[in-house]
DNA sequence: GGTGTGGTTGAAATCGTTTTCACCACAGGA
DNA sequence: TCCTGTGGTGAAAACGATTTCAACCACACC
């Protein structure tokens, strides 16, 4: 609680305020002997610059806004945790926007934050489009997992595709060819890379794809239970599954459970995520680890640099995360 | 994004900016024609004063922060997503502080929002009172679901006690005489009163409370899936187990149908909270549900109220919001 | 007709920074 | 010697609100 100001620590080293708030700004244009003394008693008497009149006259954008369609979904409680664990280190503030899947509250929470000209925001996987195009207009972006048109965004995210196509090809040298997949909602583009993963992976080993072994799902908890009863309605069933996310994942777990169905001895299968929450289920799910904290830790840093202008102009606009297979205990070999 | 200045409102209106600072702080000393027409003039090109400058000048504090242990806990998940709600709803910035039941984090966090002279603070069930209390000294604060020691703070929370007590006498009234208690842990108030809320009923009905039949927990999935192996390895079963939270009831109806035991044929189960995420399990639980809009609403007007400094000073240090039980598919009648 | 009185309003200082502009001293070139 | 550029610094004007203080104008009352 910093009760300095610019011009007492000016008084105390014999300078004019200006010449502190350069050094706080712009430390190389003062000389090194000056600007020593001012850092130091700076620090010694604990001095804190105010936000308010920082940002008053400088009319620079400030405090960081995070935007997920779902807070409830573990995935993107797992990446307010981490973002906001990253901004308090930086001590910048962060707005946490939750936006319910509700458009009519992205635009409430954007026009807010524009009107208090926010410094940066970044939109995890979910929001929809015309709320990131319009954020883009007035200040910094950066999308986790969501990938926009034609890369005038930059972005960090998993390799959805190599993942799935990863996970599909472990059930394949399993033996397994009858493969079912759990698929994410149409317009995500990182669920529709992980059904590109799950096709190609198939072509690689000659299996043919069959649009009968694919349900479509929203991601949730349900449409796994569901998928998994329109899997048991086939003739013949799938020998294995591989689902766009871990809840679906345990939709489909339980549901086999409930009807006497054992994983993976009658089915064996595969999320996408491990979210550390869901080491709830006493089975452990074998499942394709995203990186959360680097995919965060991504994400921050090109935000941190839009913010302060290093604008290397080269930059990557887009950063792929690896993921990793991780084995549990819901897939198993096929002796055939 | 506003243009227009306090000064510009005023020339349009041709007054003096002072007379239109006052419109925005205390309109009730501006004459009703000139406040109208001052209100008027804002609204039509759409002012917004400037945070920055307000801040300035008037010292007050501003803003909001909401303290939680743990944000993947979906009953925690929900009150960030409703607290940030109202915020927004009043131009009030908040941040979002997820402890990770960690108190080192906490103290960080706490200091931080200091520094930045945050203007009230509420903290979720779980945060330390360490931290309350050093909160208290500088800023605003009000409690969800935590009890500090006098009533020193102002609190909501939910009929802890009432709730418990309904539960376990529905139990009652349908019968069951052997009331298995999955408790949560021992430091959390919230916890406890459920527990005396437990003790009450069977007090009020005759059975004599036993302590084998009381399993402690701490509020997570494994905690009661144990509780239920627990229970099981009595010779003698409880025919109904009463759980201090949702989450605790799910790890042992989980448990339960992976033993092939059925709810509510072999065991009757009610829960605490009424957790939205918890419909996934195709059983409905049986529940007490904790109004969280309303405790949020609550926690948020006091907040409010203190920081508009409307000290009516008689106000209710603590506020307790009604549970409810909410019948599912989880319990059932004994003949006996 | 003078004197309060209370309700409204405006002028001006203030909050703590940033930033522009002018100034100075000194170095280097003509 | 004079002129020009340059790096370092300070004075002072913003930034956009709040707040104090004084002025003003009825109006009523003695």
Redesign the interface.
Known sequence: ??KYTITEIAKLCGTSPATVSRVLNNPDIVAAPLREKIENTMREVGY?P????S??SSKSRW?LALFVFD??N?FF??I??RI??LA?EQ?I??????T?NNEEKER??LD?L????IGGIIFAEGISMNTIERARQ?TETVLIDRHSEEGVVSEVSSDNYNGARQAVEYLLQLNHRRIGFISGPAKWPSAEERFRGYCDALKAYDVSFNQELVSRGDL???SG?NAMEYFLTLSEWPTAIFSANDQMAL?AL??A??LNISVPEDISLIGFDNI??YT???TKLTTVEQNIPELCQCAFNIMMKKIRGDNTDKEEKRIIVPTQLKIGETCRKLIG
């Open positions: 609680m910093s804190k105010n936000p308010f009149a940002r008053l405090g807070i409830l573990p409680a797992m307010v945790r906001s664990h308090m001590g503030p962060l707005t946490v926007c939750d319910e409430i929470y807010y524009l009107d208090n000209k007035y949730r908890f349900e239970i939709g339980n549901k459970k409930l550390p929450y709830i289920f006493n």
